[in-house]
T-cell receptor, first 109, second 113 residues
């Protein structure tokens, strides 16, 4: 069955430190991978998707098909990055977007 | 474009009552998804609908829960005879199709007392 795994429920780093939020997926075909973010008291919103290959707010994510991973990275964390982050998977024959359980990122000043 | 609109934002129901949650998708979107978020847990898929059709309801509890997306009007998630365990945040998302970006509403927080 297709699933998305985010092994860390909570990640706490100091401001200015590098951040890596882990995401692994299980799907044998060609998936579409996303990262969504939910800031405090705001709605869930798309942060980035792997096909666009862009950097948003300093975040990047590379799809590694060999390791079935789509880790989210940022070289220097900022306090405003504190939020809940969800990795998500979709694929051509899918009828839904599958989300991981989320990682709460906390940036300490 | 006002985005995905959910109402009410907060809903309190007594055990045994019915809860009706509404979701108006973004203009031009015909795909609607409902997710449930329990405290300290991630988003759990419930149901995926297109206009007048349920496409995938594999995440819906077998009893008391139903969803619809009529030709006119919002999508409705209906919970009959609510129990305390139904207390959660319910999120709706819409998209223009599978593998497209999903846009989320602000959610309805259901509290069963």
């Amino acid at each position: 069955a297709q699933r998305v795994t985010q092994p860390e429920k909570l990640l706490s780093v100091f401001k200015g430190a590098p951040v890596e939020l882990k995401c692994n997926y299980s799907y044998s075909g060609s998936p579409e991978l996303f990262w969504y973010v939910q800031y405090s008291r705001q709605r869930l919103q798309l942060l980035l998707r792997h096909i666009s290959r862009e950097s948003i707010k300093g975040f990047t994510a590379d799809l590694n098909k060999g390791e079935t991973s789509f880790h989210l990275k940022k070289p220097f964390a900022q306090e405003e990055d504190s939020a809940m982050y969800y990795c998500a998977l979709s694929y051509s024959s899918a009828s839904k977007i599958i989300f991981g359980s989320g990682t709460r990122l906390s940036i300490r000043p | 474009n006002a985005g995905v609109m959910q109402n009410p934002r907060h809903l309190v129901r007594r055990r045994g009552q019915e809860a009706r949650l509404r979701c108006s998708p973004m203009k031009g979107h015909s795909h609607v998804y409902w997710y449930r978020q329990l405290p300290e847990e991630g988003l759990k898929f419930m149901v995926y609908l297109q206009k007048e059709n349920i496409i995938d309801e594999s995440g819906m509890p077998k009893e008391r829960f139903s969803a619809e997306f009529p030709k006119e009007g919002p999508s409705i998630l209906r919970i009959q005879q609510v129990v305390r365990g139904d207390s959660a945040a319910y999120f709706c998302a819409s998209s223009g199709g599978t593998m497209s970006e999903a846009f989320f509403g602000q959610g309805t927080r259901l509290t069963v007392v």
